[in-house]
T-cell receptor
Framework: GDSVTQMEGPVTLSEEAFLTINCTYT??????LFWYVQYPGEGLQLLLK?????DKGSNKGFEATYRKETTSFHLEKGSVQVSDSAVYFC????????????????FGRGTQLTVWP | GAGVSQSPSNKVTEKGKDVELRCDPISGHTALYWYRQSLGQGLEFLIYFQGNSAPDKSGLPSDRFSAERTGGSVSTLTIQRTQQEDSAVYLCASSFPTGNMAPLHFGNGTRLTVT
């Protein structure tokens, strides 16, 4: 079945450090891939997405490239800020399974990121 | 409202009691989802509504769990005879039904604690 595995946290970084949060997936079809972020006290919100192999999603300085050959969608940012402190979730939605729920997402367990000034 | 609204934000209940959790989606969003987030776990899919019908109930963990949606808007998730393992944050999300790439808009969740 479909699943997502992401690196376990917590991740603690100093401001301006480089961030990588690893995410790999298993899917039976051709999934779309997402990163969602949950800031303290707020609901989950979409950070970025990629819908096919080699696509790069980007937003707020974050990037992730859909790598079919390694079934990965690692999240990166070149210089993190204190305001990036949040929980990050990798997710997938499988296109091929016609019986699948539209928009149903399979989430990873989340990675807590804390950035210190 | 501007976003997905869930109530109550926190609920503490005794084992064996029934609880109702409410979700008010974004106006115009016909797709509605319930997820559960347990401590240290990812988000677990519970049920999906398209309009008032629920084509996918496969994630409901037991027959103690049920959900309904009326008027294509507000949804209620009901847990009967609550157990301690039901303690979790219950998240509601809504979206336009534009295929599986439509972003989900999440509420802040209801934190349920069963004592």
């Amino acid at each position: 079945g479909d699943s997502v595995t992401q690196m376990e946290g917590p991740v603690t970084l100093s401001e301006e450090a480089f961030l990588t949060i690893n995410c790999t997936y298993t899917a039976t079809g051709y999934p779309s891939l997402f990163w969602y972020v949950q800031y303290p006290g707020e609901g989950l919100q979409l950070l970025l997405k990629a819908t096919k192999a080699d696509d790069k999603g980007s937003n707020k300085g974050f990037e992730a490239t859909y790598r079919k050959e390694t079934t990965s969608f690692h999240l990166e940012k070149g210089s993190v800020q204190v305001s990036d402190s949040a929980v990050y979730f990798c997710a997938l939605s499988d296109k091929l399974n016609r019986g699948s729920t539209l928009g149903r997402l399979y989430f990873g367990r989340g990675t807590q990121l804390t950035v210190w000034p | 409202g501007a976003g997905v609204s869930q109530s109550p934000s926190n609920k503490v209940t005794e084992k064996g009691k029934d609880v109702e959790l409410r979700c008010d989606p974004i106006s115009g969003h016909t797709a509605l989802y319930w997820y559960r987030q347990s401590l240290g776990q990812g988000l677990e899919f519970l049920i999906y509504f398209q309009g008032n019908s629920a084509p996918d109930k496969s994630g409901l963990p037991s027959d103690r769990f049920s959900a309904e949606r009326t008027g294509g808007s507000v949804s209620t998730l009901t847990i009967q005879r609550t157990q301690q393992e039901d303690s979790a944050v219950y998240l509601c999300a809504s979206s336009f039904p534009t295929g599986n790439m439509a972003p989900l808009h999440f509420g802040n969740g209801t934190r349920l604690t069963v004592t």
